[in-house]
């Protein structure tokens, strides 16, 4: 398979100007976690990097086992061609699509537990070189460093941490190059459907929670940014908390949202949501504009490596005299060929 290089982060021009405002620089260089060297190689060790919770930790040599415990990290350490560094990951690992798609081999391994029930004992007998972890597993990160382990933590909770985290998991496990070229491509895609959207209206859209359509993700989520991206409005964007909101039905239909949108995960239906008599009055659900997001790869409205394909897509329901189908399903292919070595069915994506 040929494969395709993108854009460095500083090559692409369009990158501090992408819908939302969210300038998209070499997170490294923001956050102070290093550098790269001018060519783009990757780092030498030992290496001392900043993770998400600011605390600096040293990696003496370059790390050859990895245990991940969050989805999100274990997903950009496939897209850095690192699947076969890992020897434990988080639980539930055979929900996640992406993974028999890209690495099967990954749900043969041991896991090493959740967010709320992480196997410490566990993960310490795989004897990694490197444990990556979300944020909120910070209280069990001084038990993890007295078993021995060097312990990287994340937080991708927006679009500029997400990005911030591929940086720093490229950089401590000196594949920083790579973590560049997927930096770039998120860019370079992002600003081509800047450029294709222009000065298009904004249709104001409602995105449906996981658990509950009466929940939503106001403008302190990720989510908030998928939408703007596309070219849309968020409707709930006055809400600035970073977790998923509950809200009325009387809110929604003050809010009148011209498109509704489903979460990827999410444990109802479109045919739910055109049902339900509480929504008759809705001018999206009048008017049949009800979609449910892309999950069958992974989600895209979370903050995985491939998020910027949910602007993408969104952006081919609000505008797709601007941006069709066959614009984000072209991307997707690309991207999925490229970073995680395999041909997605996109027409079910």
């Known amino acids: 398979m ?59 040599e370059e790390p050859q086992t990895l245990v991940s415990g969050y989805y999100i990290s274990t997903s950009m350490l496939i897209g850095l061609g690192l699947e076969d560094r890992l020897t434990g990951i988080e639980a539930k690992a055979d929900t996640r699509p992406i993974y028999s798609l890209a690495a099967p081999e990954l749900l043969e391994l041991p896991n090493v537990g959740t967010a709320k029930e992480f196997d410490l004992e566990g993960c310490a007998a795989l004897a990694p070189d490197l444990v990556i972890v979300p944020a909120r597993l910070k209280d069990s990160i001084p038990a993890l460093e007295e078993l021995g382990m060097t312990v990287i933590a994340v937080k991708p909770e927006d679009d500029a941490m997400m990005l911030e985290a591929l940086e720093l998991i490229g950089e401590a496990t000196g594949t920083q190059a790579r973590a560049d070229e997927l930096v770039g491509c998120y860019n370079q895609k992002l600003g081509e459907l800047s450029e294709a959207l222009g000065d298009c209206g904004t249709p104001s859209v409602y995105l449906g929670g996981n658990s509950s359509f009466l929940s939503t993700a106001g403008s302190g989520m990720y989510q908030n940014s998928m939408i703007e991206r596309a070219g849309g409005a968020n409707v709930a964007a006055e809400i600035e908390e970073a977790n998923w909101t509950d809200i009325s039905y009387e809110q929604i239909l003050a809010w009148n949202p011209d498109v509704i949108l489903l979460a990827a995960d999410a444990s109802y239906s479109v045919d739910d949501v055109l049902a339900d008599e509480n929504l008759s009055g809705v001018t999206a659900v009048a008017n049949g504009a009800v979609y449910q997001i892309p999950g069958s790869i992974e989600a895209w409205d979370s903050p995985v490596p491939a998020c910027f394909l949910g602007s993408l897509w969104a952006a081919s329901v609000l505008h797709g005299d601007l941006w069709s189908a066959d614009d984000y399903q072209a991307a997707a292919v690309e991207f999925y060929e490229t970073f995680y070595g395999f041909t997605p069915d996109v027409t079910t994506a």
């Open 2 to 60: 040929k494969r395709r290089f993108w854009k460095t982060v500083s090559a692409v021009t369009a990158a501090a100007m992408i819908v939302s405002g969210v300038p998209a620089v070499s997170m490294a260089e923001e956050a102070g976690t290093g550098a790269l060297a001018a060519d783009g190689a990757d780092v030498r060790f030992p290496v001392t990097v900043t993770d998400q919770l600011g605390r600096e930790v040293t990696i003496g």
